[in-house]
Structure formats: structure tokens, C-alpha cells
């Protein structure tokens, strides 16, 4: 790894985009599309646009009102509770379908927290036989043929954004159709989307292909042409894998005689380094808690955010303009790129304090400065059992009720 180096973000955005475009260099994709700049102040633009009642309608569409918030809450520009209580506030009607869909992210923030690097593993035996083929290139390129799965890889690399419902279903076509490895998915959709998360996404892929879920998801073309208007399917003259019944589908795309068993991936972990001597403190700022508001940021110790290849070497170069644009609203933040423990330890760091996080990486490379954890803001006060956070549906039986008429401190 490069000498680590401190990196002078520039407060104009033109300037700070091409300014991160040279310092990573091999960063892959295009830029960030202008819509998605990062920072807190773009996500709240975007959570005071929400539109709670025609959310609750039309979600499931492509061209739905769905919020975009994810990529905002996913590195902490906003955070749940402020997003759960702007929207209960509003007092809409069907506001549930939203508060619903936010408690989703907790939940798989919890699983995590509960399961640790075991969401990189199938939780459960697949409920059907799945295929572990290596990712394919024509999906790499999105150049598989048919014009709905092109068309969401190409949001997935131009934007980093993918409607949900397209989510499941390219997902759907990797892991049953394609018989790919759902961790090789997993593991690209992370890397390029602007709001890739371990727990929403890995669990996501594992709900797809039944190792965290009971049965697989799958679509077909009547449900996909409905939700999308019509757009991909109008024109194709593709062989469409999806035009079937569930039933038809179901039987050809599925071996449900052997039960496999969960199949484990291997963790790599870092290498252990030597505690420091230094009593010195620091606030260490990851990729989680990028808002100015963060109450950490008022302690009086340095704060430091290092872009760190361990961590940050897979992101997309529009993922990493992202998190530039939320670091240049954090004016106190000195930003690093290179090695953590070789920052910390030049800049005489011994103490870190920081906000929770499962994530296993930024935990090992802290090791070594006996880090505090803050407590990560929850919208469940409520404890949950491990038996009820199997299935969300469990979960939201448990803190649904209180949620719902709460707000959350
Ligand atoms: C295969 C797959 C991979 C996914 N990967 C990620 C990921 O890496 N990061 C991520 O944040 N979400 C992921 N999701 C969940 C979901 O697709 C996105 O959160 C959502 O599409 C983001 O768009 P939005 O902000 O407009 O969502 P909205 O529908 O407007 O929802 C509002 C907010 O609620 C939360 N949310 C909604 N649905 C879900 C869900 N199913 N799971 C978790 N949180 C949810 C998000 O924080 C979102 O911003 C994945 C889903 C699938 C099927």
C-alpha cells in the first residue's frame, strides 16, 4: 500500500469530483450523476420532497415516488429515527407502508449485529437447489439480451441507484435463472451501488435465494411487465426467461428433491497489529456517521476519516465522489487515504471513540486503539429475540405496534 497521505477536498463540486477522480485513479464507473450528490444537506432536500401518501400507492413501480433516501441513511447524512419520525409527523394517510419499509433497513442491521460475519454465509440450507457458477461477463457488460435485466445494470453502473423491485428481479435472474453464485452478486451490487450496505444487500441476496427466507423469489413476466409499464417488454423480441406462470416457472427453474446444506464462504481477516502506546484520543469518523450533526463530531479531539483500500478498495469511483461530497460539509474533518493504523499512528493517535458499527473490517483495523463505541441511534427500543429476527415478519409482529405509535427518541 502507498504512503498514506492527507487528502484537501475541495468545497466545489466540479473541482471536488475530478479531484477524486485523480487521487483514485482506478476507481471504476462514471461519475456521480449530479442527482445523487452526497451529503446531508442533499439528503434532507430529498427526505422534505417525500411524498408519504403517493409512496404508499405506487412504491412498487418503477416510475413509483419512491424517497432515494437510501444511499443518505446508508452513510449516516441522515439517520433512521430523523427519517422514520419526519415521515410519521406528516401525518399522511397509508404512512405505514413507508415506516415499514424504513424498519427494514433496522432489521437487517440487526440480523447483522446478531450474525456478524455469518451474513457472508448462507444462514440456512436454500429451500431449492441453488447454482454456485462464477459471475458471467455478459452480465458484467450488461449485455445479457433482454432489455429489462441491461437496463437495470446499466442504473446499477451509470448510477448506483436501482429501484427495488429491479433489485429482486435481477437479483432473481442471477441467482435462479443464471445459476450464479448469489455471493458473487452480492458482492458486485456492493461494490458499485451508492448505498451499498452488508446487511440490506447480502441479506437481501440471501432472501432471494432462500438461504435467509422460506421459499426463493422470482418473477414473471406479467408481474414484471405490469410494475415496469409496459417499458422493456413493449419492444422485446428477446426469448423472455420469465414468461410463464409462477407454477411453469417454479417447476423449470427448480430441483426441489435434495435438501443441500448451507454452504460457508470463507473470511479473510486482517492481520493483527500492536496495541498503541499512545493515550491520545481521537473521533474516528467511518462510513457510517458522515453528517456534520453527528454528536460525536463535538468532542474535542481530532476527527479523522480515512479512505482506506481495505475498506474503501472496492467502491465505485461515483460511490467515492459520494463520500467526498458528504466530508466536504464536515469542516473539521482531516480526511486521509492509505492505511489506517499507519494514519492513526502518525498522527499520534493511542484512543479512539466512534459510532457502533457490525462492520467486521473497520473493527479489526480500530483493534489496536481500544475503540469506544457509541450506541447507533435505533428506532426499535424494544428487544427482539433471535427467534424473531429469522423473518422480518416476526420482527415487524414485535416492534411494529410500538413504532407505529411512538417517536422514536
Ligand atoms: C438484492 C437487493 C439488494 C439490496 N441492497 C441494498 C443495499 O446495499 N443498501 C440498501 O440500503 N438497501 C438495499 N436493498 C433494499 C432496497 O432495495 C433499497 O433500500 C431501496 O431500493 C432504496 O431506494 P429508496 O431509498 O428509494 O427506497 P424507499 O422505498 O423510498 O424506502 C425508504 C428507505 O427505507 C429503507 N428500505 C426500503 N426498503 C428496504 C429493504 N428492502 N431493505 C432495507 N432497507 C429498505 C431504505 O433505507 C430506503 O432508503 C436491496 C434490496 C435487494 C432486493
Request: net charge positive.
Amino acid at each position: 500500500m502507498k504512503p498514506a497521505q492527507k487528502l484537501i477536498i475541495p468545497s466545489d463540486r466540479g473541482e471536488r469530483w475530478h479531484y477524486i477522480k485523480r487521487m483514485f485513479s482506478s476507481a471504476q464507473g462514471p461519475d456521480l450523476d449530479f442527482n445523487w450528490a452526497g451529503g446531508r444537506s442533499n439528503g434532507l432536500k430529498k427526505l422534505h420532497s417525500i411524498d408519504v401518501a403517493t409512496y404508499a400507492r405506487n412504491r412498487n413501480f418503477l416510475n413509483g415516488a419512491v424517497t432515494h433516501l437510501s444511499p443518505y441513511i446508508r452513510h449516516g447524512c441522515i439517520t433512521l429515527p430523523e427519517a422514520f419520525n419526519y415521515v410519521k409527523k406528516q401525518n399522511a394517510p397509508l404512512a405505514d407502508r413507508l415506516l415499514m419499509q424504513l424498519a427494514w433497513r433496522e432489521y437487517w442491521q440487526q440480523v447483522w449485529f446478531a450474525q456478524g460475519d455469518a451474513i457472508f454465509s448462507e444462514l440456512e440450507p436454500a429451500k431449492v437447489v441453488l447454482g454456485y457458477q462464477p459471475m458471467a461477463d455478459d452480465i458484467l457488460k450488461g449485455k445479457t439480451g433482454l432489455p429489462c435485466m441491461d437496463a437495470f445494470i446499466a442504473d446499477l453502473i451509470k448510477t448506483g441507484y436501482v429501484h427495488n423491485h429491479a433489485r429482486m428481479w435481477l437479483a432473481s435472474y442471477i441467482v435462479h435463472h443464471r445459476k450464479i453464485d448469489w455471493r458473487a452478486g452480492a458482492d458486485w451490487f456492493e461494490a458499485h451501488l451508492l448505498d451499498g450496505d452488508f446487511a440490506s444487500n447480502h441479506l437481501s441476496w440471501q432472501w432471494v435465494a432462500s438461504t435467509f427466507s422460506s421459499k426463493p423469489y422470482f418473477t414473471n413476466k406479467e408481474s414484471l411487465s405490469r410494475f415496469t409499464g409496459e417499458q422493456y417488454c413493449a419492444g422485446c423480441l428477446a426469448q423472455c426467461p420469465f414468461n410463464a406462470s409462477y407454477e411453469v416457472l417454479s417447476s423449470k427453474l427448480f430441483d426441489q428433491s435434495i435438501s443441500p446444506a448451507a454452504k460457508q464462504y470463507v473470511i479473510t481477516h486482517l492481520p493483527k497489529k500492536a496495541v498503541s502506546t499512545s493515550t491520545a484520543m481521537a473521533v474516528f469518523v467511518h462510513d457510517e456517521m458522515l453528517s456534520a450533526a453527528n454528536p460525536l463530531l463535538e468532542k474535542p479531539f481530532p476527527k479523522i476519516f480515512v479512505f482506506d483500500p481495505q475498506i474503501h478498495g472496492t467502491w465505485s469511483l461515483n460511490r467515492l465522489q459520494f463520500v467526498a461530497d458528504c466530508l466536504s460539509e464536515m469542516k473539521d474533518v482531516e480526511v486521509w487515504l492509505g492505511d489506517t493504523y499507519e494514519v492513526l499512528l502518525n498522527r499520534g493517535v493511542g484512543r479512539v471513540i466512534t459510532l457502533e458499527t457490525p462492520h467486521r473490517r473497520i473493527r479489526e483495523l480500530l483493534e489496536p486503539f481500544v475503540p469506544k463505541y457509541e450506541p447507533v441511534a435505533k428506532l426499535a427500543k424494544v428487544e427482539v429475540s433471535a427467534q424473531r429476527l429469522k423473518r422480518f415478519s416476526r420482527y415487524w409482529e414485535k416492534v411494529g405496534p410500538h413504532l407505529l405509535h411512538s417517536i422514536v427518541a
